[in-house]
């Protein structure tokens, strides 16, 4: 535990530091680049890759499925069909709305998951289930919008789907801290609670957990965690999925450990995930989300032939 | 010591439709109480009845020490009443201590670490069960059985004065089982109320103090074991099969021929 701790440190020092100094740095205001472009561009992977990691964290621990991510919920599609449409339409919003109406897609197409599963009693397979539907759905009238997207608006709606971490300014991390604020701290207190949903539901029920409640209240901190961060970078898989396991192989399944570890874990990840997306086709850049999903894909196949520990 | 009382107690899935009723009877610490009876016969609801979970209806009243079971609130009912389902899921990723220590937490708040007193009760609680050794083992490479040894030391854990039971004796092998029936006699001992479901009579040895029978979710008999076994004809008709039941001498072990004719 204290060794992975050490070692998330230094590989999050080591991150900050070699993002700061990744790429030209232009003759005239090299300041400039660090403080408006490198800064806020390190913040932003850090935030996101901690929300992106702690949601699906918990939709793990409440879903007890360990193959849940925080697009389990219909997330990502939820996201998607929103920008896409605003995409298309080519109203220009200011970004900020840009970005907020990704996390309201991302917000709406959970809740719509969660009544979807209120047939079902809303039980951990009951909400996989309707999000796997919901899933479908968002992809299907995202593939509709894509079909009558002229070129243009098409590459941009694809390019969104990819992930960005480029940004100015720190108008995007400041977007993203009430989000990650509002999702951390009520997860914090709760990961005592987090323990009990690992066993049967009644178990819990019976040590004095309001079960309904506290699965409605993380799913929400879960999607607004998610939420946040799909509207501020953009729906980048797999940080849920491949933290919160490579933690708990490392420090166990307490949640007192695992979810504060997953944290840190999900920064590392995207810091570092970022640096690579900017010097391996140096000087493009490759979006952050095809790194992730070329990690993620096999991961996710190592999990399903691994069975992993939940 | 403390007293469970049940007057006309019903319980079901909606407020109409009661899946087990007429369950009237007087438990006290000290004493190891059956509820038999075959499948689909009401038994688990009744348990879940009295723990009031989620989605349960009951009507009735159940009583702990004259403080109504009911209108308890759940971190209350928590710290009196601890119950143990019938097949609960492995947790995985965790360790059999961890497992245990799962039970403490009705004792503290809902994200502070365990304190020394808290690892002690649950090596205890191993002990007594008997599995000390797989304490540091992951909970998913360990057998069944011993999962639901592990289970039962976290409710033990608990430290409650009332403990609920469904089929805690289920997927035991034998040497498991009678020790199993030999704790829940011994924490009946130290008064502690155990209310414990089975279909293996003859698996606890004799165990119980009391049995409750029922039967296409009536409560058909509560008595003695040898009053409710002995009935004649009794748990023939209730479980359809021609049953013999007997005991080789009063006071030893109950043995249980289904489907032979007295």
Redesign the interface.
């Known amino acids: 535990m204290k060794r992975t701790l050490i070692s998330l440190v230094v590989l999050a020092v080591t991150g900050i530091a070699l993002s700061l100094a990744t790429g030209p740095l232009g003759l005239n205001a090299p300041g400039q680049v660090i403080l408006f472009l490198r800064l806020p561009r390190i913040l932003l992977a850090i935030a996101a890759g901690a929300s992106l990691a702690v949601s699906g964290c918990i939709l793990q621990a409440v879903l007890?499925n360990?193959l849940a991510t925080p697009y389990t919920l219909g997330i990502s599609a939820g996201a998607g069909v929103t920008a896409g449409f605003i995409i298309l339409s080519g109203i220009s919003l200011p970004i900020f709305l840009v970005y907020l109406s990704g996390t309201a897609g991302a917000l709406a197409a959970s809740t719509l998951t969660w009544f979807i599963a209120g047939r079902s009693?809303r039980d951990h397979s009951g909400l996989i289930l309707a999000g796997v539907t919901v899933n479908l759905l968002g992809a299907s009238v995202l593939l509709l919008i894509e079909y009558m997207s002229p070129a243009s608006r098409l590459v941009e709606i694809i390019r969104w789907m990819m992930g960005d971490l480029a940004i100015a300014g720190y108008r995007r991390v400041l977007f993203l801290l009430p989000f990650l604020v509002a999702g951390m701290v009520p997860a914090?207190?709760?990961?005592?609670?987090l323990?009990?949903f690992?066993?049967?539901t009644?178990?819990a029920?019976?040590?004095?957990?309001?079960?309904?409640r506290e699965r409605l209240l993380l799913l929400i901190a879960a999607a607004v965690l998610a939420g946040g961060a799909v509207g501020a970078v953009g729906p980048i898989g797999f940080v849920g999925l491949i933290v919160p396991h490579t933690m708990?192989r490392l420090v166990?399944?307490?949640y007192?450990r695992l979810l504060p570890l997953s944290a840190l874990g999900g920064a590392v990840l995207m810091l570092w995930a970022d640096i690579f997306s900017r010097v391996v086709i140096s000087p493009a850049e490759l979006p952050i989300g095809v790194i992730l999903s070329l990690l993620g894909g096999p991961f996710f196949l190592y999990l399903l032939v691994k069975k992993p520990?939940? | 010591m403390s007293e469970l009382i049940f007057q006309e107690f019903a319980a079901g899935y909606s407020p109409g439709v009661m899946a087990v009723s007429g369950v009237s009877m007087r438990i006290t610490g000290g004493s190891v109480t059956a509820v038999i009876g075959p499948n689909g016969s009401g038994k688990s609801t009744l348990l879940?009845g009295i723990?009031s979970?989620?989605?349960i209806h009951s009507r009735g009243s159940v009583t702990l020490d004259s403080s109504p079971v009911q209108s308890m609130n759940?971190?209350e009912?928590?710290?009196r009443?601890?119950?143990?389902?019938q097949s609960?899921?492995v947790?995985?990723?965790?360790?059999a201590i961890?497992?245990v220590l799962?039970?403490r937490?009705?004792h503290?708040?809902?994200?502070?670490?365990d304190t020394a007193e808290d690892t002690r009760i649950a090596l205890d609680a191993l002990d007594m069960v008997g599995a000390s050794h797989l304490a540091d083992k992951?909970t998913?490479e360990i057998s069944g059985g011993e999962n639901r040894l592990v289970?039962l030391a976290?409710v033990l854990s608990?430290k409650t004065e009332v403990i609920l039971l469904d089929e805690p004796g289920s997927s035991l092998d034998y040497g498991h089982a009678a020790q199993l029936w030999k704790l829940l006699s011994d924490l009946a001992d130290r008064g502690i109320v155990i209310l414990a479901t089975t279909h293996r009579i003859e698996m606890s040895g004799n165990a119980f103090d009391k049995v409750l029978l029922l039967s296409e979710g009536k409560a058909l008999a509560f008595g003695n074991p040898e009053d409710v076994f002995l009935s004649k004809d009794l748990l023939s008709r209730v479980y359809k099969t021609p049953m013999k039941v007997r005991q080789s001498s009063p006071g030893s072990s109950w043995i249980v021929f289904p489907g032979s004719s007295e």
């Open positions: 007890r360990p009693q914090i207190m709760r990961t005592g609670t323990n009990q690992l066993t049967a009644e178990m029920e019976s040590r004095g957990v309001n079960t309904v708990r166990g399944g307490d007192r520990r939940l | 879940k723990m979970f989620p989605g759940r971190s009912r928590a710290g009443i601890a119950y143990l389902p609960p899921p947790p995985a990723g965790l360790t961890e497992t799962l039970g937490f009705p503290r708040s809902a994200w502070s670490s992951f998913d289970n976290a608990q």
